[in-house]
């Protein structure tokens, strides 16, 4: 895992880990890693981050069940942020109900338009 020496983590230990689907290439999040939770994803092979809000370590799906199995792991030029590219298991990648939590597009002149439609409802998913 030498590997983890040349990235750079942000004051807090931290590095913007960005989540894409493996055969479509669509972007479906983006999450915070450290360390450990690099460790931890790639020893399970399933995409594990690090709570900001929650002050832990979370596995994508562990309450969804939408998991998301790790195909691959890149890192940037400048070693300060993670690409992810996953096998999306279950509709879902975000907490909203949609595919991708990029379901908002903003136009030039500022109006946003929701883009995706809502493929589960999370009252149901998150009790």
């Known amino acids: 895992m030498k590997f983890i020496n040349d990235l750079k983590f942000d004051d807090n230990g931290?590095?913007?880990?960005?989540v894409q689907d493996w055969k479509d290439g669509v972007i479906l999040m983006v999450a915070y890693m450290n360390?450990?939770?690099?460790?931890?994803?790639?020893?399970?092979?399933?995409?594990?981050?690090?709570?900001?809000s929650r002050q832990q370590y979370w596995v994508k799906g562990e309450q969804s069940g939408n998991v998301q199995k790790v195909k691959a792991l890149f890192y940037d030029c400048d070693g300060d942020c993670l690409l992810i590219k996953v096998e999306q298991i279950g509709k879902a990648a975000c907490h909203t109900g949609f595919r991708s939590c990029f379901y908002r597009k903003v136009s030039f002149e500022g109006v946003v338009s929701v883009v995706g439609k809502k493929v589960f409802d999370p009252k149901k998913v998150y009790k």
């Open 14 to 18: 931290l590095i913007c880990t960005v």
């Open 35 to 52: 360390q450990e939770a690099v460790k931890r994803t790639l020893k399970t092979k399933k995409a594990t981050f690090w709570s900001r």
